[in-house]
């Protein structure tokens, strides 16, 4: 089992960046795929970013596309997703999630419970 601890998020402006970071703790989590989603209360869940296991591998939302990017270490049980260029569109909370699919469309099998991110106009 892997426990999932996101950090990182805050209030910034348009334009600026930021870096969330997501902590494992738990058995496996080399072989766990790792997605970051967001959520706005009242929408659905949306798929922003994926990185396989050994983070050789890497696939985002067309959304985020060219201005978020998601890493991994796996000798420290983090992965993290760096957000730049944000915009007031990207307000959400962002949940970091760890999948034994082979899919960034699987199943995900551990949260963490989300950290928010506000970007002001």
């Known amino acids: 089992q892997v426990q999932l601890v996101e950090s990182g998020g805050g209030l910034v402006q348009a334009g600026g960046s930021l870096r969330l970071s997501c902590a494992a703790s738990?058995?496996?989590?080399?072989?766990?795929?790792m997605g970051w989603f967001r959520q706005a209360p009242g929408k659905e869940r949306e798929f922003v970013a994926g990185?396989?296991?050994?983070?050789?591998?890497?696939y985002y939302s067309d959304s985020v596309k060219g201005r978020f990017t998601i890493s991994r270490d796996n000798a420290k049980n983090m992965a993290w997703l760096q957000m730049n260029s944000l915009k007031p569109e990207d307000t959400d909370e962002y949940y970091c999630?760890?999948?034994?699919?082979?899919?960034?469309?699987?199943?995900?099998?551990?949260w963490g419970q989300g950290t928010q991110v506000i970007v002001s106009s």
């Open positions: 999630a760890a999948s034994r699919s082979l899919s960034y469309s699987g199943t995900y099998d551990y």
């Open positions: 738990g058995r496996g989590f080399s072989s766990y795929l």
């Open positions: 990185i396989s296991w050994s983070g050789g591998t890497t």
